[in-house]
């Protein structure tokens, strides 16, 4: 994995509530989507993920199948811009 230990307790520090563990997702991406660190474990460094972030560092949208994908762009640090990564949640709707 990507990153190791640090990406990995990324998406572990989430919080999300018990009832929307089953249904929901955090990851870490990469600045072409790639996934980089999953909750479940599932895709990474296989999945990409297309986010739709229409030029913004954090937002949220629903797909057609009501899926919620919630971002945001990670900072870098005083000068250092970073690297493109985003945080991401998605949950599907029951």
Request: one cysteine or more; charged letters at 25%.
């Amino acid at each position: 994995m990507t990153g190791g230990p640090q990406a990995r307790s990324i998406v572990e520090g989430v919080r999300l509530e018990d009832s929307d563990e089953v249904t929901s997702r955090a990851l870490l991406l990469d600045a072409k989507g790639r996934v980089l660190a999953a909750s479940d474990d599932r895709g990474v460094l296989q999945e990409r993920v297309d986010l739709k972030t229409n030029g913004q560092d954090a937002g949220h949208y629903t797909l057609s199948d009501g899926t919620v994908i919630g971002f945001h762009r990670t900072p870098g640090y005083e000068t250092y811009k970073g690297l493109g990564w985003y945080g991401c949640v998605m949950q599907k709707t029951l």
